[in-house]
């Protein structure tokens, strides 16, 4: 087989093949291109992190630092209570909000995919239709309910709405539960499992990489939110790390006769980032895989 592709190759005329090679080299250029303008705002802010002010209000810019400060990310990390706002936002916001985003969208969306009952492709539209509704219209009304709640300066406010599932997710959801064979939930049927059990030990168990991206999805959201916590709590300790990226923007640390402002607020904000790639660096095969299986099936 190899031997016949190679003597198609060569048979094909000349310009062909160089049409071909320029076809090749043109889609890797712009691979090229696109790939070095999206790293560049985060070489930037990195090399930036190693900068003092002096090399930072520079123009033309300065690309390689000399000298380059390390100790921006030691110091502009240990200038606030960043491990405090650390805990607060992975223990106390990312992952419950996480974990009751998951199970709350994947019940609800292996209902309306898997389960027939009376009014259900009505409900589901309008399911669909409140992602139309803009988040500032809610604004309001729900900071009142939440006051009369008693919820203000908790985390309740950002984490109890995420277990009531989330109509995008419950459509991407739904269409991947759609993609199932049938005939395994009618097995288990057969067998006596109840539709809780055929959720929990069917349909969970083949949608792994459904699940991670919206875990993924969900627990992105929750690190970079800031609007939520800015509404919603006003005791410093409670902060999350948005929060405090958003109070070194106004602050200005000096050592010496050194201005560190902006050098730290990028070192800061370059911890912060990382384990945003490195979420998606570790978890992109299930990321891209459930990315494309929930379309196969409307």
Same mark, same amino acid.
């Given at each position: 087989?190899?031997?016949?592709?190679? @003597?198609?190759?060569?048979? *094909?005329?000349?310009?062909?093949?160089? %049409?071909?090679?320029?076809?090749?080299?043109?889609?890797?250029?712009?691979?090229?291109?696109?790939? =070095?303008?999206? %790293?560049?705002?985060?070489?930037?802010?990195?090399?930036s992190?190693?900068?003092?002010? &002096? *090399?930072?209000? =520079?123009?033309?810019?300065?690309?390689?630092?000399n000298?380059?400060?390390?100790?921006?990310?030691?110091?502009? /990390?240990?200038?606030?209570?960043?491990?405090?706002?650390?805990?607060?936002?992975?223990v106390?916001?990312?992952?419950?909000?996480?974990?009751? @985003?998951?199970?709350?969208?994947?019940?609800?969306?292996?209902?309306?995919?898997?389960? $027939?009952?009376?009014?259900?492709?009505?409900?589901?539209? @309008?399911?669909?239709?409140?992602?139309?509704?803009?988040?500032?219209?809610?604004?309001?009304?729900?900071?009142?309910?939440?006051r009369?709640?008693?919820?203000?300066?908790?985390?309740?406010?950002?984490? @109890?709405?995420?277990?009531?599932?989330?109509?995008?997710?419950?459509?991407?959801?739904?269409?991947?539960?759609?993609?199932?064979?049938? $005939?395994?939930?009618?097995?288990?049927?057969?067998?006596g &499992?109840?539709?809780?059990?055929?959720?929990?030990? =069917?349909?969970?168990?083949?949608?792994?990489?459904?699940?991670?991206?919206?875990? %993924?999805?969900?627990?992105?959201? &929750? /690190?970079?939110?800031?609007?939520?916590?800015?509404?919603?709590?006003?005791?410093?300790?409670?902060?999350v790390?948005?929060?405090?990226?958003?109070?070194?923007?106004?602050?200005?640390?000096?050592?010496?006769?050194?201005?560190?402002?902006y050098?730290?607020?990028?070192?800061?904000?370059?911890?912060?980032? %990382?384990?945003?790639?490195?979420?998606?660096?570790?978890?992109?095969?299930?990321?891209? $895989?459930?990315?494309?299986?929930?379309?196969?099936?409307?």
């Amino acid at each position: 087989m190899a031997t016949q592709l190679a @003597v198609t190759h060569y048979s *094909q005329p000349w310009h062909q093949r160089v %049409l071909e090679l320029l076809g090749h080299i043109l889609k890797y250029f712009v691979l090229i291109v696109l790939a =070095v303008s999206f %790293l560049l705002p985060f070489y930037w802010m990195v090399s930036s992190a190693v900068k003092d002010d &002096a *090399q930072v209000y =520079v123009v033309p810019p300065i690309w390689f630092p000399n000298p380059q400060f390390w100790e921006n990310f030691w110091n502009a /990390w240990n200038s606030e209570t960043f491990n405090l706002w650390t805990f607060n936002t992975v223990v106390r916001y990312a992952i419950p909000a996480t974990v009751g @985003v998951v199970l709350s969208s994947s019940l609800v969306a292996y209902s309306f995919s898997r389960i $027939e009952w009376k009014g259900r492709n009505a409900l589901f539209a @309008v399911v669909l239709a409140t992602m139309m509704i803009p988040d500032w219209v809610r604004l309001v009304p729900l900071f009142v309910i939440f006051r009369k709640l008693g919820w203000i300066n908790t985390f309740n406010p950002l984490v @109890v709405p995420q277990f009531f599932g989330s109509a995008f997710f419950i459509f991407l959801l739904r269409q991947f539960f759609m993609a199932l064979p049938l $005939e395994l939930s009618d097995a288990a049927r057969i067998d006596g &499992a109840s539709e809780l059990r055929i959720f929990l030990r =069917v349909i969970l168990p083949l949608s792994k990489a459904a699940l991670a991206v919206v875990g %993924l999805f969900t627990f992105m959201n &929750a /690190w970079n939110d800031y609007l939520g916590p800015l509404i919603y709590i006003n005791q410093e300790h409670k902060w999350v790390l948005t929060l405090g990226v958003g109070r070194l923007r106004g602050a200005v640390y000096e050592i010496g006769n050194t201005k560190l402002a902006y050098p730290w607020l990028m070192a800061v904000s370059s911890l912060i980032t %990382l384990p945003v790639f490195l979420a998606f660096f570790f978890a992109q095969r299930s990321f891209i $895989e459930g990315i494309s299986l929930t379309g196969l099936k409307g």
